[in-house]
């Protein structure tokens, strides 16, 4: 990860090691709302079944990438959770854009009805709750890399909440967590996903253009 100016990057040209020791872990079994994780990335599911991976070579030319793999997933998702970060961060990416390349580097399958979103939430220390959006647009994935360019408008039209209930305005305002997940509706588990999903070039707080 690096930032230009105030945009945040993430393109994956690490040691596997490296990447290894910033996967975001708890700090006790089982997961508790309540206990924090620390570290840079996470997955579900299981947690943390991510790498990077080489093969096939990465997007734009990089020579790696984020390789999330599912293994008959209840959850199938990756994330940036700068929430995890020491020191914490939470991000006003109000009126922004990302991007993100994805593949799918294996045959992919999922249960019917379930696509990827770009999604993102915050966590209320309050009430230990965790609120979640997606916008409505979906994703592309195919057999090569394609890339996706996603505005983050500050309008409620364009999003789905699918956890908690507050409002976009305030989530947006206090990012914590962004990725890439797959679901149907609101839905975000039984997703059932099967195969390699490729991540690359993950930047986001991006002006609009």
Known sequence: MYRVANVIHHDFEMAFEDFEDRKAWPEHWPIDSKVDFKG???????????????????????????????????????????????????????????????????PLTVNPGYSPYLFLADYCEQTHTYCGWYVKQPLRVGAEWMLNEIDLRNDESFWVRYSHDRPLDTVLSRVGFIGVMYLRGTNYHGVGAKGLLGIDEFSYNLPLP
Do not use: C, I
């Not at 734009?60 to 599912?70: D, F, S, V």
């Open 40 to 106: 840079e990335y996470a997955s579900q599911s299981p947690v943390g079944n991510m790498h990077v991976a080489t093969r096939g070579g990465g997007a734009n030319g990089t020579a790696r990438y984020l390789a999330l793999r599912g293994v008959n997933s209840d959850q199938f998702y990756a994330e940036a959770t700068p929430r995890w970060y020491r020191p914490r961060q939470a991000l006003d990416l109000r009126d922004t854009r990302a991007s993100v390349w994805l593949k799918a580097v294996t």
